[in-house]
């Protein structure tokens, strides 16, 4: 790990009094959840598209 960052983590780690071990382990929560949950543009930009042009069809389907 860059020491930079490991500083940074140790200084947020004495700040709120926490162990170093916690504030990483929920620095790496956040980033995998941020990676997990955030669809590529073009991809929501191709459903859209698809529900306008097809929307209909969906909605019978789904009966």
């Given at each position: ?6 500083a940074?983590l ?54």
């Open positions: 790990m860059d020491d930079a960052v490991l940074g140790r200084e947020i780690a004495a700040r709120e009094g926490r162990a170093l071990e916690d504030v990483v382990a929920e620095a790496l929560q956040s980033y995998v959840a941020a990676h997990r949950t955030r669809p590529r543009s073009e991809v929501l930009a191709h459903l859209e598209a698809s529900i306008d042009e097809h929307g209909e069809l969906y909605r019978r389907l789904a009966e």
